[in-house]
């Protein structure tokens, strides 16, 4: 896509500072880091949600991100790391072409993702996972030809 900027960074059209690079993905440093050493895992081929990524390709982005997190930890002394990937601008997806953050985390870094806590009422949790799993099954069932 001639206007995304990361398919842009792919072509080779506006730099980046590289981590990995295979045929499926590219992991280069985020500009606007959290944390120094926030790198940003994306697929070679556009994709706006995460929906649409091959199998392959998702999994390789979250096996190379989790190895980049690994690295971070070892080589930097970083104590853990969060991968974040927001599917959609309500989720807070601001380039839309997905992709997955490895943020390096240190206990006393000051970041907080600043989660709200809800409660189910007295039999909505198996209400929804009843729900949830039967719309999945469908869905998946409708991937392999069923």
Known sequence: MSNCIFCRIIAGEIPAVKIYEDDLVLAFLDISPINFGH???????????SSTIPEATAGRMFRVGSRIGIALKRKFDYDAF???LADGTAAGQVVMHAHLH????GVEDGFR???????????????FAEKLSAKLAADLAGESGK
Request: no cysteine; charged share 25%; net charge negative.
């Open 82 to 84: 969060n991968l974040h």
């Open 113 to 127: 993702w600043n989660w709200r806590q809800l409660k189910y009422g007295e039999g909505e949790m198996q209400e």
């Open 102 to 105: 490895v943020v390096p985390r």
């Open 39 to 49: 790198t940003l895992v994306i697929p070679k081929e556009h994709h706006e949600s």
